[in-house]
């Protein structure tokens, strides 16, 4: 019935499918062939271009596939390269949304003449391309200016970062041809910082002829402060006080600033732009080493007294505090908490490596984080306990990642809802009573969840309980995901076949597999789990020692789609299997195969 659909719809319906899946709906049929190109190139996949004279024809075979979005390699000022543009130009100028030169060296005649036939632009990186501002003369005449500008009517994106001679002159005429620009990019370009006009001076591009000043991209803010939404400044070294003048532009409301190694930043001055521009979703302030009370990845003296600058970030939507070890959690509840009566519409959340961060304060924040959460992690929060595991099943059911690594603490009556063991004194540990039915036998009734099971968690795409007390009683009953793509349960040591046969029978549509150090499971186990993982395409087995060449014939026969495999330290795989799996299997690009057979690691290090 597909057949009769009309080529739209069927490439609508393929749009929501992984590239994977695209590629083998488009082995159905001719029209399925055809929807299935139209939705990858609605998924603006960039094809980069080799600027060389062997390019000219998938030149051509690009243009009539009606490609959007290219980037050009290798370019500079020779014939090949201006014979390329002018291919480019003809065959994909009238349809190009998207067009990346970075780092190349082109002629300003060749640029020129390759925008004006790109009428429909809307993002143009020339990141790294000196050659087009060291003269100073592009688009100096009125004339050829005014055309650029008809031609980039729709910019909505210019990247510009790294170019060490654009100056006031070139910024201006560049940028007035482009006037719905909305995103714009100048990280590490030169900039200079002179907020008071010098003496005797009128014209903001007198101040610095040979260079950018700040003054000047400052005055291009505030002529658009009601389009621009993203800026990024990083590596211009820019001055709080420069911060402070940008926050408080009239009308200005963005979305993204990215400010990453700007190390003369205050927290006095982040955190007032914080107050002045609420509705930034995104804020980069890595490699700000100066900030020490500032919610930021890997800052190591930021403790809970920074976490409470987040409060006037309403829209924030993605937050990473990973490696913050002073960071318990206290604060971050009252900083994420509802605004104006409304849930936070945060994301993606990162509090991985937060050593201090315990059950109490988790709990306590995890209700308000609202439904709009899909990626959660908290790898190496080594205090966490079942009590966090419980409540994330409980209120953050719309998650697709969630990444528990070295999460030691959690033990299977958590992941399968039941309630806590009481404790009682006796010689050594004591499992679950209720666990103890799966011993019983299949005619036995299986234990009741007593509250939230990782079941709840249906939307998970990414899961990660590496280094865990986990075992088969409760990995084989929970791990029912039929969206997981990617699943980590390396360094699980009660891990047997029973239990990896049923993961695989519950996760059929795995494309990512991390078990390495599971030295439990055998060749056995791998032939009947690997018929359930045909789609599988990165596997890690590293450090399996029970595993031989058998199971490398099984994944070869079965995982067609495999595309990267890990069998280091595997002391019953030898060379000669690797070599054969190789040759059954030449898509694989990549065979992790160090001190395979039992290498003595001491001699050979």
Known sequence: MAEWLPLEMLTYILSFLPLSDQKEASLVSRAWYCAAQNALRETDVRYHIPVALSSLSAIQRLGLKGISCIGLTNLDGSPASHQVLQSVAYHLGPHLQSLCLSGGSPTEASFVALVLSCTTLHSLDLSGCNSLFGSGMLLAQPEMAQRVQQALSSLLELNLAGLRDLANLSFNRLSSCAPSLERLSLAYCHLTFELVPAQGSTDPQDSSPSHLSFRNLLRFVKERAGRLRALDLSGTGLPPEALQALGQVAGLQLQELGLHSCRDLSTEAVTALCRQQPCLTSLDLSGCSELSDLSLRKLQRLTDVGCTALGGLWELQSLDVAECRLVSGRELARALGPVHGAPPALASLSLACCSSLKDAPVLSLIPLLGPSLRVLDLSSCVALTNRTLQAIC????????????????????????????????????????????????????????????????????????????????????????????????????????????????????????????????????????????????????????????????????????????????????????????????????????????????????
């Open 394 to 605: 409980t209120y953050l059911t719309h998650l697709s990642v969630l990444r528990l690594a070295w999460c030691k603490e959690l033990r299977d009556w958590g992941l399968l809802g039941l309630g806590e063991p009481s404790e009682e004194p006796a010689q050594g540990p004591q499992p679950h009573r209720q666990l103890e039915h799966q011993a019983l036998g299949p005619k036995d009734p299986p234990p009741q969840p007593q509250g939230p099971s990782l079941l709840m968690l249906q939307a998970l795409q990414e899961l990660d309980l590496t280094v865990s007390k986990l075992t088969d009683a409760s990995l084989a009953k929970v791990l029912q995901f039929p969206q997981l793509r990617q699943l980590a349960l390396s360094l699980l040591p009660a891990l047997t076949d029973k239990g990896l046969v049923g993961v695989a029978r519950g996760c059929p549509s795995l494309e990512r597999l991390a078990l390495s150090h599971c030295n439990l499971l055998s060749d056995e186990g791998w032939a009947q789990a690997a018929s359930f993982w045909p789609r599988l395409q990165h596997l890690n087995l590293s450090s399996c020692s029970q595993l031989t060449e058998q199971t490398l014939d099984t994944i070869g026969q079965v995982c067609k789609q495999i595309q990267m495999l890990d069998v280091a330290i595997c002391p019953r795989i030898n060379m000669a299997a690797v070599r054969r799996f190789q040759a059954q299997l030449p898509q694989v690009t990549c065979v992790q195969s160090r001190f395979v057979g039992g290498a003595d690691l001491t001699i050979t290090l």
